[in-house]
Structures are given as C-alpha cells and as structure tokens.
C-alpha cells in the first residue's frame, strides 16, 4: 500500500486510562522509546506508572516507566499528543470524547482501543471520521493493584483500521510502531467483522462470567454453563449473519479454541461488577441485540443476559 501520510512519524503518546488495557500500552509504547503520558482521574491509580513504574507479568514480563501521568484530560494538551488510545470502557466515551474535543488539532489520530461493537462511532460523531481509528484487542488482563498487571493470555496480532482512507497511512505507521514495541499489530481493511469476532467473544463470556462469578476457565470447562455459553455464541453468530457481517466459515471452532484457551482470566465486566462499576452491557449483548431487531432476528439469551447484567448494576448502585 502507498503510505498516504508519508510524513507522519509519531513520538508522542497519550493513553486515557489507568486501567489494565491503558497500562499495557503505556508500558510497551515506553519502553520502545516513544513519550508516553497516561491519564487517569483516579491519581492513585495512575502515578506509580511514572514513579514506581508498571509492572506486567504472566504472559508478558514488563517493568517500565511512563514519561508523565496526568488526571484530566484537559491537561493532556499541554503534551501534544501525535496519537491518543482511549482504553476506558465504552460507556464513558460520551465524556471523554467532549473533552478531547476541546483540544484536538488536525492530524491528532485518536483511537478507540476498546471491546464492543460501534465504540468508534462515539468517536467519530463528534470528531469527524479523519482522525478516528478502531483497534481490536487479543489480550486478558486484570489489575492487581495499581499499575500492577496481570496477563494470563496475549494473542496477538492485534489489529487497527482508520475510518477514513485518507488516514490509512498513519494507521499503518501506528500498526507497525504498536509491533516494533512488542504488541504485533496489523493494519487491516476488515475491522468491522474483526469487531464482531471479538464482540460474539465478549458477548457470551463477559456477560455469563459477571453474572455468574466464575473465570473463563471455569466457565468454559462447567458443562451446565458452557451449554449457556454455547446457545449465546450460536445466537450471536445468527445476527452477524443477519446484518452480512462475515464473521469466516470456520469462526465457530476457533471462537471456542480462544475462550477455552484464555485460562483463569476474569473478563472485564465481571471486574466491573467485582468493582461496583457500571458494565459495557450496552456495547456487547445490547448491540448484538439492537442488531437482531434490524434483522428481524430474535435474541433471548442476549436478552436475558442485558437484563441480568443490568439488575446486578441496579443492586450495586442500590447498595
Ligand atoms: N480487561 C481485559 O482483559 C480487556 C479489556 N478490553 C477492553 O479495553 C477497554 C479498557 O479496559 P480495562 O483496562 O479493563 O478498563 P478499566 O475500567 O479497568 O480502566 C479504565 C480506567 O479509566 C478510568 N477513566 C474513566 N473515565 C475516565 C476519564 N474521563 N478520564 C480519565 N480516566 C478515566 C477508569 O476510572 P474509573 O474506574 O474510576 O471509571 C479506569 O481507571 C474496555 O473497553 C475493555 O472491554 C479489551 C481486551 C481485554
Ligand atoms: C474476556 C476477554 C479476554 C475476551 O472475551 C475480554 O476481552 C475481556 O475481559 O473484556
């Protein structure tokens, strides 16, 4: 491919997002050279990655420190950031986008580094499709304390696509600093069935885990509850179909193969509701279910599951 932004050679970073995801691409992005800033609002959270430094283990052993740490996004600014990944959970891109909003200049790419289906959207409707990109993510991790990761599984490639083609050279260069730095990633021009592949995954384990409590390991090797598991991937898979999203005539078995394989991970909704935190339900059962009545195609586990998820969330905030 012609590289369409010949002159783009980014060196400073942004990350919005202290959590496991905003860590790690932190500390690989560091530790390849590049200035890097993590922003965080929870400043406990998010000071240690440039004092004490981020520690990764498990499937990948890092120890690195950040350039800077900040606790708005208003401050990132002043740092200028080249290129900015939000790895905060999709509900809170409404806020996030508007404060970015306030101080994106043109030729800042930013990039939703995110599960869920049409995360980028929220992107985009404010910000104009030029700068925005979308990557899939094929890591688990969790924290255990702050700036403390933990990574049972990393199955990379990881992959990255620009909405808008004049932007394609840039997302080539990002691609290729992201695999110099130690997370292989590849330029692709079929993001969205990517988004689903890794969405029909999220949709059937994340929900399943949170209600459930068990890990991934657990849930998948639980006759009883992998027969859930099973009914939501195949309802999953039906939608895609439904909305000619090509998901591959072989995803089934390998979507199974990559949740069996994933070990004693805790998806992210389950550390959310672990957490008294607001879900991503909305992103993941809720889009596969808002895309089944496009199609006119039924979705009762999804349905149930949104519902489950959705009294848990209404139990934490009670309590
Ligand atoms: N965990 C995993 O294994 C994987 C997760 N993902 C996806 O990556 C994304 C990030 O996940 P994860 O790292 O687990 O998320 P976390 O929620 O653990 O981390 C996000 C952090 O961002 C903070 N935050 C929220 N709003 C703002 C804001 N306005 N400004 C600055 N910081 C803010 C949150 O604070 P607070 O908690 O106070 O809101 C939290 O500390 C999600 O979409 C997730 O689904 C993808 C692959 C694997
Ligand atoms: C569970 C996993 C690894 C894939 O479904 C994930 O993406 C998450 O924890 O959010």
């Given at each position: 491919m012609t590289n369409k932004n010949p002159d783009f050679r980014p060196k400073r970073f942004a990350i919005i997002g202290a959590g496991p995801v905003g860590c790690i691409v932190g500390a690989f992005l560091s530790r390849g050279g590049y200035d890097v800033t993590i922003c965080d609002v929870v400043p406990e959270l998010v000071d240690p990655a440039a004092t004490t430094g981020i520690t990764i283990e498990g499937a990948e052993q890092v120890f690195q420190k950040v350039a800077r740490t900040c606790?708005?996004?208003?401050?990132l600014a002043q740092y200028n950031p080249d290129v900015i990944f939000i790895?905060?959970?999709?509900?809170a891109l409404p806020l996030i986008v508007s404060a970015i909003e306030e101080f994106y200049k043109d030729g800042t790419y930013i990039i939703?580094?995110?599960?869920?289906?049409?995360?980028e959207l929220e992107v985009s409707k404010v910000l104009?499709?030029?700068p925005v990109m979308r990557g899939v993510v094929n890591w688990g991790c969790g924290l255990k304390g702050p700036c403390h990761v933990v990574m049972p599984f990393h199955h990379p490639p990881h992959y990255l696509q620009e909405?808008?083609?004049?932007s394609s050279g840039a997302a080539v260069t990002i691609a290729r600093i992201l695999t110099e730095c130690g997370l292989p990633t590849e330029h692709t021009d079929r993001i969205i069935p990517m988004v689903w592949q890794k969405s029909v995954m999220n949709a059937c384990m994340n929900s399943v885990c949170a209600v459930t409590g068990l890990t991934m390991a657990q849930a998948t090797t639980d006759p009883i509850i992998f027969r859930l598991v099973d009914a939501l991937m195949k309802e999953c898979i039906q939608v895609a179909r439904g909305n000619d999203?090509?998901?591959?005539?072989?995803?089934y078995p390998k979507a199974v193969e990559y949740l069996k394989t994933a070990g004693n991970h805790k998806p992210s909704m389950l550390m959310d509701i672990e957490n008294k935190r607001r879900t991503e339900i909305d992103f993941m059962n809720g889009k596969f279910i808002e895309y089944g009545i496009r199609a006119g195609i039924e979705t009762p586990y999804n349905n149930t599951l949104q519902s489950l998820v959705k009294g848990l969330e209404s139990t934490m905030r009670s309590r």
């Open positions: 606790h708005s996004i208003d401050d790895t905060v959970k999709a509900n939703s580094w995110q599960n869920g289906i049409d995360t104009g499709n030029k909405l808008a083609a004049e999203i090509l998901l591959g005539w072989d995803y």
